[in-house]
């Protein structure tokens, strides 16, 4: 079956620095891939998502990159900031009609001054 | 972007009692809704899926005689956990969306039995 496999955190930067947070995923057909955001006592929120092979999804300075050869769509920041200490979800979703959800375990992710 | 509501955020009940949690979207109609649950330090896992005015499809595992999904109507969706056990205190989180649409998450619930 489909499944995502997500970089184990938690994850501590300090504020300005690259962040990656790396994903992988397995699936049949040609799934469509997601970043969702959860910040502390909210819901998760669509961070970016990217639709077909080669396509870059980005979003407030985030980015990934969904590559087919090494099914992969690792998320990258290139100088992180403390607004952005929040747990993060990649996924993939298969569209049948509708979008059918698989999660990754998310990275807490904590940003120091 | 749409908003999507639970209630309640929390709640403690007995063990054998049933629980009620609803989900809303605030300012958009739903035509889906999911249900997922997530366990400590673990994924989202979903339970099911419902369209409005039809049965809930749910995940393979997971039981619907205990997991009653209603979607009566295209901002509200429940689920109600029959005669709750411990094992089943949880955080339930659910989206809605437009078929084939991006789905929108609320806060989510948290479930203790006792």
């Known amino acids: 079956g489909d499944s995502v496999t997500q970089m184990e955190g938690p994850v501590t930067l300090s504020e300005e620095a690259f962040l990656t947070i790396n994903c992988t995923y397995t699936a049949t057909g040609y799934p469509s891939l997601f970043w969702y955001v959860q910040y502390p006592g909210e819901g998760l929120q669509l961070l970016l998502k990217?639709?077909?092979?080669?396509d870059k999804g980005s979003n407030k300075g985030f980015e990934a990159t969904y590559r087919k050869e090494t099914t992969s769509f690792h998320l990258e920041k290139g100088s992180v900031q403390v607004s952005d200490s929040a747990v993060y979800f990649c996924a993939l979703g298969t569209n049948f009609g509708n979008e059918k959800l698989t999660f990754g375990t998310g990275t807490r992710l904590t940003i120091i001054p | 972007g749409a908003v999507v509501s639970q209630h309640p955020s929390r709640v403690i009940c007995k063990s054998g009692t049933s629980v009620k949690i609803e989900c809303r979207s605030l300012d958009f109609q739903a035509t889906t809704m999911f249900w997922y649950r997530q366990f400590p330090k673990k994924s989202l896992m979903l339970m099911a899926t419902s369209n409005e005015g039809s049965k809930a499809t749910y995940e393979q595992g997971v039981e619907k005689d205990k997991f009653l999904i209603n979607h009566a109507s295209l901002t509200l969706s429940t689920l109600t956990v029959t005669s709750a056990h411990p094992e089943d205190s949880s955080f339930y989180i659910c989206?809605?969306?437009?078929?084939?649409?991006?789905?929108?998450f609320g806060p989510g619930t948290r479930l203790l039995v006792l």
């Open positions: 989206s809605a969306s437009l078929v084939g649409k991006t789905q929108y």
């Open positions: 990217a639709t077909k092979a080669d």
